[in-house]
């Protein structure tokens, strides 16, 4: 399995940016996908998650109302929209995957997830 993250780049506060991830080797529909960040000298925290049995969708409250995940099957891509980003969205965006049915609690755990994209990074500028 490969995911394949793209869409970073530089914004201004209080724009939008969004990720795809292009999932290669597994059927996304099937497939618990997440988002993850990792800002510099930080761990690695939950952003958002999408469940693999009924396309749910759960959101760090940090992103809430801000974020928006998404799923298109036929592209087998998973999306991050992101709107009124805030410079402290300035991260490293990892993509991930899991054959897993996780539930709210573990969904948040990087270990939780098998498979990673390679990062891709948002600076949000003040």
């Known amino acids: 399995v490969q995911l394949q993250a793209s869409g970073g780049g530089l914004v201004q506060a209080g724009g939008s940016l969004r990720l795809s991830c292009a999932v290669s080797g597994r059927t996304v529909s099937r497939y618990t996908m997440g988002w993850f960040r990792q800002a510099p000298g930080k761990e690695r925290t939950f952003v958002a998650g999408?469940?693999?049995?009924?396309?749910?969708?759960n959101y760090a409250d940090s992103v809430k109302g801000r974020f928006t995940m998404s799923r298109d099957n036929a592209k087998n891509t998973v999306y991050l929209q992101m709107n009124s980003l805030k410079p402290e969205d300035t991260a490293v965006y990892y993509c991930?995957?899991?054959?897993?049915?996780?539930?709210?609690?573990?969904?948040?755990?990087?270990?939780?997830?098998?498979?990673w994209g390679q990062g891709t990074q948002v600076t949000v500028s003040s």
């Open positions: 999408i469940r693999q049995s009924n396309s749910a969708t």
């Open positions: 991930a995957g899991s054959e897993r049915r996780l539930i709210t609690s573990t969904a948040v755990m990087p270990s939780m997830y098998e498979n």
